[in-house]
Nanobody
Framework: LAQVMESGGGSVQAGGSLKLSCEVS????????MGWFRQAPGREREGVAT????????DYADSVKGRFNISRNDAEKTVYLQMNSLKPEDTAMYYC????????????????????WGQGTLVTVSS
């Protein structure tokens, strides 16, 4: 059974909204990082938003600042990505990831540190 599983993807018109959810069954240490990454056709995977467990510090890619919001429900081991004002360039496979290495690096540029990954959920935005 998958240890990380995303849901909530779909097809929307530009300007619309979607909320992605990710359930993490991995038993993470108290200090950990969870986040979202995406990969568009023909492009490299990039960080979208990450959130640290200690204080809830979040990091966002410049392209989504002001439009996307990441949140966590640690009791349910779930991380969300609320996506608003979606643009065609947001079209991509969105992946949820988590890590709890010590020290914990938790920025959108820290993809290489994440050992736990979901299979992805597809988001398609039409103009």
């Amino acid at each position: 059974l998958a240890q990380v599983m995303e849901s909530g993807g779909g097809s929307v018109q530009a300007g619309g909204s979607l909320k992605l959810s990710c359930e993490v069954s991995v038993n993470l240490y108290t200090k950990n990082c969870m986040g979202w990454f995406r990969q568009a056709p023909g492009r490299e995977r990039e960080g979208v938003a990450t959130m640290y467990s200690d204080g809830g510090r979040a990091d966002y890619a410049d392209s989504v600042k002001g439009r996307f919001n990441i949140s966590r429900n640690d009791a349910e081991k779930t991380v969300y990505l609320q996506m608003n004002s979606l643009k065609p360039e947001d079209t991509a496979m969105y992946y949820c990831a988590a890590h709890d290495h010590d020290p914990v690096y938790c920025f959108t540029t820290d993809e290489r540190f994440f050992p736990f990954w979901g299979q992805g959920t597809l988001v398609t935005v039409s103009s």
